[in-house]
Antibody
Framework: QLQLQESGPGLVKPSETLSLTCSVSGGSIISSSYYWGWIRQPPGRGLEWIGSVSYSGSTYYNPSLKSRLTISVDTSKTQFSLKLSSVTAADTAVYYC??????????????WGQGTMVTVSS | QSALTQPPSASGSPGQSVTISCTGTSSDVGGYDYVSWYQQHPGKAPKLMIYEVSKWPSGVPDRFSGSKSGNTASLTVSGLQAEDEADYYCSSYAGSNTFVFGTGTKVTVL
């Protein structure tokens, strides 16, 4: 059973870089059938797609975050990562990593991590 | 890339049906049959309920059904049960490997 687990600092200072890692266990990250993505949810608000990465390193970003965003994959560690620079309080949210099963679930996110809360505050 | 529009709330009594709408544009909902729906209980991660407008992942009861007409997709929950009380989000492919989520709907079982 594939599982995803987010990790990273829970508190980031304004103007600094938010860095999170998603560890994939119980399965391979190397497959053309899947993409690996990040979604966030500010407290009390809705979901926002952040971006996705393929196992080969192709990246796709939310246009509103693109200038500050880097998503990468490390297949040797079965991990993928998120870096969001120049953060402000508006970036405070629960950050989820998720698998997008294109070949099986028509570009839907079928497996999610439990989420990790990141607060931007000095 | 604007969020898809959903009603803030919906409700129904046990056994009844409730339908949630999800309105986008021809660049997302209307342009692709890649609409999915997610259920989220408080403090939990979202769970995929419907993909490709109307298909069920394994383990999801067929009380949940999806449809689409033009730029609006819909999720219907039939035979409401207490455990269906949750937030529901739609999502759509928006081209160029980008995605957009809906604003979310809180479903209350009366």
């Amino acid at each position: 059973q594939l599982q995803l687990q987010e990790s990273g600092p829970g508190l980031v200072k304004p103007s600094e870089t938010l860095s999170l890692t998603c560890s994939v266990s119980g399965g391979s990250i190397i497959s053309s059938s899947y993409y690996w993505g990040w979604i966030r949810q500010p407290p009390g608000r809705g979901l926002e797609w952040i971006g996705s990465v393929s196992y080969s390193g192709s990246t796709y970003y939310n246009p509103s975050l693109k200038s500050r965003l880097t998503i990468s994959v490390d297949t040797s560690k079965t991990q993928f990562s998120l870096k969001l620079s120049s953060v402000t309080a508006a970036d405070t949210a629960v950050y989820y990593c998720a698998r997008r099963g294109d070949a099986y679930y028509g570009r839907a996110f079928d497996i999610w991590g439990q989420g990790t809360m990141v607060t931007v505050s000095s | 890339q604007s969020a898809l529009t959903q009603p803030p709330s919906a409700s129904g009594s046990p056994g009844q049906s409730v339908t949630i709408s999800c309105t986008g544009t021809s660049s997302d909902v209307g342009g692709y049959d890649y609409v999915s729906w997610y259920q989220q209980h408080p403090g939990k991660a979202p769970k995929l309920m419907i993909y490709e407008v109307s298909k069920w992942p394994s383990g999801v009861p067929d009380r949940f059904s999806g449809s689409k007409s033009g730029n609006t997709a819909s999720l219907t929950v039939s035979g409401l049960q207490a455990e269906d009380e949750a937030d529901y989000y739609c999502s759509s492919y928006a081209g160029s490997n980008t995605f957009v989520f809906g604003t979310g709907t809180k479903v209350t079982v009366l």
